[in-house]
């Protein structure tokens, strides 16, 4: 049993007991009529997973009031285990330990997940906000679009929105700690540097005349 590690190269994977016989203890089962040593090897599960593997808890997004989003990966053995849920502000007790889940919320929740596979840790966040339907749910939708990377973040920050342009719908840009206390702000732009920031979550609020759009993000290094 172990946990290995491939470099590349490989072709095929065996399994089994390759010690000497001399420092290799055996029984004989039916001495009598099977005088002959021999093992069995009962595998009951195998998984391969890239020891670097990105974590991924799924795409900020708005969804209808009653409707369901699935977070995260499918669920699978080997990935599960590798995988602990929080949901924001409680970082402190994981909600799960899965690849990824259902969930039908009432009000804006952000999920952290942490990956950890073969000493690689890896973070991501997601951030989902159900709203009703009405005329403006397609500009909600654009909103939902704007992308926070990398998440986690260390020396710097980065934003983008597809198919529109950032200045053009925001002026300010403010960073919140964990404790709603305001950490800088500034003037909008599509880089910002996070060296200064410790570690831990933050919120970052893009305000402007289309109005007020947050985002979560972590700092890690």
């Not at 491939?6 to 994977?13: I, L, S, V």
């Not at 998440?151 to 920050?157: C, G």
Request: aromatic share 12%; proline share 5%; net charge negative.
């Amino acid at each position: 049993q172990g946990q290995f590690v491939a470099d590349g190269t490989e072709k095929y994977a065996f399994v089994g007991n390759f010690r000497h016989d001399s420092i290799t203890n055996s029984q004989l089962s039916n001495p009598t009529h099977l005088p002959a040593n021999f093992s069995d090897y009962l595998i009951d599960d195998v998984s391969l997973i890239e020891s670097d593997l990105y974590a991924f808890a799924g795409n900020d997004t708005m969804i209808f009031v009653g409707d369901s989003i699935f977070l995260g990966r499918q669920p699978d053995i080997g990935i599960n285990e590798a995988c602990l849920w929080y949901k924001l502000p409680n970082m402190t007790i994981p909600i799960d330990t899965i690849a990824g889940f259902w969930i039908k919320p009432t009000s804006t929740e952000t999920y952290i997940v942490k990956q950890e596979i073969c000493g690689n840790v890896k973070w991501d966040t997601v951030i989902v906000k159900p709203v009703l339907y009405t005329g403006n749910s397609l500009f909600d939708f654009a909103h939902s679009d704007i992308r926070v990377f990398p998440n986690p973040a260390d020396r710097f920050l980065e934003l983008k929105i597809s198919g529109l342009d950032l200045k053009t719908h925001f002026d300010k840009i403010s960073i919140y700690n964990s404790l709603g206390q305001i950490v800088t702000t500034e003037e909008v732009k599509t880089k910002i540097g996070t060296e200064s920031l410790p570690e831990g979550v933050y919120l970052l609020e893009l305000r402007g005349n289309s109005g007020t759009v947050s985002k979560r993000f972590v700092i890690a290094r």
